[in-house]
């Protein structure tokens, strides 16, 4: 292998990949391998997900190894434009202007087989970039993280009509949006995003000027996507996802209905936030009444409390939330200038709504 890379792009793909390429009983898994054939392509694997990154090189003699991440960080990192990489009889050695380096390389059938993006007949659906890590973003925090109940330890993606609709929940709290896809293969499927697939897919850099679409794919129970020059995949979790529709309330039983500023509630809630120990059972006091929304929250040393404007008309409301898992929810609703939410009573989850986006969340016995 011989071929020359642009440092900054390396350096830029090499982070990406990486990620999956730490703490690793094997040690072949704490290395990336790496394919010069026109262009340079590196794929790093934990065996459950699988990252891999295409960059723009020019290449002399084509070839596949392993290299040590440590190895292609000081390639990476050094002040120079481009490097030079030639990798002959299992040695590394790279150089660029003054400085230069070398590294036992492993043979690239010691990694484990590489897998390909499938052909566009396993293609689901193109969805512009900004708007599906939008929305992964926003479904993220309310995923799981109790390994007990392994089919929550992930996000929900269904594929209906010409839209992907992802959903999380902790048991506590739900949160789902409709992402529009730009182009749709009209097969309705679903499958269970792992967690590490997901914090790996929301590593993927994206060029804002020249924004990628997502493309994301579905083979032999393997979960594929990819954003420009970066792909990411890995199996799906292996079970059923709840019925989480049973458990949005029916609008139809809303005894209390209002709009709100998303922006003003998540503000009151951060106060309110900062006199709370998250670990510690947290709780706030929400009382609508007339013209206020009073959210008030009580420590061992002292007490807080912020309001927000509403359009109240019936008898002071009183009911309790875990304040930080209502600002997650109100967080994911950031496009939003106004949120609906809609109450039955104090025992009842209240449901928030806004564009093609619902959360609902539990309340808690009062103290």
């Known amino acids: 292998m011989k071929t020359s890379i642009e440092n900054k792009k390396l350096k830029i793909a090499l982070k990406f990949v990486s990620r999956v390429a730490k703490k690793n009983s094997l040690p072949v898994l704490n290395s990336v391998h790496c394919h010069a054939n026109g ?45 030079r990489l030639e990798v002959n009889e299992g040695k590394a050695i790279f150089a660029s202007g003054d400085t230069s380096s070398n590294c036992q390389a492993d043979i ?6 590489q897998i390909s993006l499938p052909d566009e007949t396993f293609k689901l659906c193109t969805i512009p970039a900004e708007s599906f890590f939008s929305s992964l973003n926003a479904a993220f925090p309310h995923v799981s993280k109790d390994a007990t109940r392994y089919v929550l330890n992930g996000a929900f993606f269904e594929f209906t009509e010409n839209a992907l609709r992802m959903t999380a929940t902790d048991g506590t709290r739900l949160f789902t949006q409709d992402v529009i896809a730009g182009t749709f293969n009209g097969e309705k499927s679903s499958f269970i995003v792992p967690t590490d697939i997901i914090k790996s897919i929301l590593a993927i850099p994206t060029d804002k000027k020249n924004p990628a ?53 998540a503000e009151a809630l951060e106060k309110n936030c900062k006199a709370l120990d998250k670990k510690n059972k947290p709780q706030s006091i929400f009382t609508f009444e007339s013209c206020a929304l009073s959210i008030r929250s009580k420590n061992e040393v002292s007490e807080t409390s912020a309001s927000v404007g509403i359009l109240w008309t019936k008898p002071a409301f009183r009911i309790a939330f ?46």
């Open 39 to 83: 262009h340079f392509e590196m794929t790093a694997t934990n065996l459950d997900t699988t990252c891999r990154a295409i960059v723009p090189c020019e290449t002399q003699n084509e070839g596949k190894t392993v290299l040590p991440v440590s190895f292609l960080q000081t390639m990476a990192e050094n002040k120079f434009y481009s490097s």
């Open 108 to 113: 690239h059938e010691n990694f484990p087989a």
């Open 213 to 265: 679409d997502v493309e994301i794919y579905f083979k032999d129970e393997r979960i594929f996507v990819k954003c420009g020059e970066f792909q990411v995949f890995g199996k799906r979790i292996d079970g059923n996802y709840p019925n989480y529709r049973c458990v949005l309330p029916d609008s139809r039983d809303t005894i209390h209905s209002l709009s709100i500023n998303r922006a003003e509630l």
């Open 322 to 367: 875990n304040p930080f898992l209502l600002l997650d929810i109100a967080n994911s609703f950031e496009g939003c200038d106004e949120i609906k939410l809609e109450l039955k009573n104090e025992d009842c989850p209240v449901k928030i709504t806004g564009e093609n986006s619902q959360g609902v969340l539990m309340p808690i016995r009062m103290k």
